[in-house]
């Protein structure tokens, strides 16, 4: 049966009727024991952080479950609701959409900040060299909708601050973010605030995570307010709402 057995493979859990161990713990240990983002923590990185790594981690996780019907994914659960569809489905079409452009952000940040930890030069030519390979946009700064600021990067970064005075972090992305912030600000003459995918890069940075972990992070957090919204359509009703009433028309470009 090992061709069975070995079919998949995971340390994460193991299980036999009666049984249930997440990463070596039993489950009936860990309920009542564990908040829900230590328990996510323990889940992806296998280890239970301490308190303060805890506390750090919700913030983020809490800055992002929302940003209004705007918001792409947002809009998507309550299209969906109106669809008929159920809250699973309103859910899995909206996480459906958090690519590279809506969502992905927060990874490109981690990304881009390990690239500036570890480049062997300026900052300048850290951020062109970026530039070269990924693109103009360097993620993480400026805001569409909020300005000059985005309120939630503030609260973000006096909380990592505060926990690299402590000794919980190193400070390392901190100073990196703050350094882009400048730089990028001074080469455009106007400011580009962090927003909230900087500030929650430099809090998964921080704290170790992998960038791509980032990206799936923010979707359990966003999948809050998609499972909020859905569920606030489904008692408001309506049918078959698209992105506009229905009264304005697109911009037909055909002869």
């Given at each position: 049966m090992s061709d069975v057995a070995d079919w998949w493979r995971t340390s994460i859990?193991?299980?036999?009727?009666?049984?249930?161990d997440i990463?070596?713990?039993?489950?009936?240990?860990?309920?009542?024991?564990?908040?829900?983002?230590?328990?996510?923590?323990?889940m992806v990185r296998g280890d239970v952080p301490d308190e303060g790594q805890a506390r750090l981690f919700e913030a983020a996780l809490v800055s992002a479950v929302d940003h209004g019907p705007?918001?792409?994914?947002?809009?998507?659960?309550?299209?969906?609701?109106?669809?008929?569809?159920?809250?699973?489905n309103a859910m899995a079409s909206a996480v459906n959409?958090?690519?590279d452009?809506?969502?992905?952000?927060?990874?490109?940040?981690?990304?881009?900040?390990?690239?500036?930890?570890?480049?062997?030069?300026?900052?300048?030519?850290?951020?062109e060299t970026w530039r070269e390979e990924h693109g103009k946009i360097i993620p993480g700064f400026g805001h569409?909708?909020?300005?000059p600021v985005d309120p939630?990067?503030?609260?973000?970064?006096?909380?990592?601050?505060?926990?690299?005075?402590t000794g919980l972090c190193t400070g390392r992305f901190v100073e990196i973010g703050e350094a882009i912030e400048a730089e990028i600000s001074a080469k455009k003459g106007v400011a580009l605030p962090m927003n909230i995918d900087g500030a929650t890069a430099v809090i998964y940075a921080e704290l170790g995570f992998e960038p791509p972990l980032s990206r799936g992070l923010f979707c359990l957090s966003r999948?809050?307010?998609?499972?909020?919204?859905?569920?606030?359509?489904?008692?408001?009703?309506?049918?078959?709402k698209g992105p506009t009433p229905p009264q304005y028309r697109w911009t037909y470009e055909g002869d």
């Open positions: 859990i193991d299980m036999e009727p009666g049984r249930i990463r070596g713990r039993p489950i009936a240990d860990l309920i009542g024991t564990l908040s829900f983002p230590q328990m996510i923590w323990l705007q918001a792409p994914s947002i809009a998507t659960a309550r299209m969906s609701v109106t669809c008929g569809l159920d809250l699973n959409l958090l690519g452009v809506h969502g992905g952000a927060g990874e490109q940040a981690v990304e881009l900040y390990h690239h500036v930890a570890d480049y062997e030069g300026d900052l300048a030519t850290a951020l569409r909708f909020h300005k939630r990067a503030p609260r973000l970064m006096a909380l990592v601050r505060g926990a690299a005075d999948s809050v307010g998609i499972l909020a919204h859905a569920w606030e359509q489904m008692q408001q009703g309506g049918r078959n």
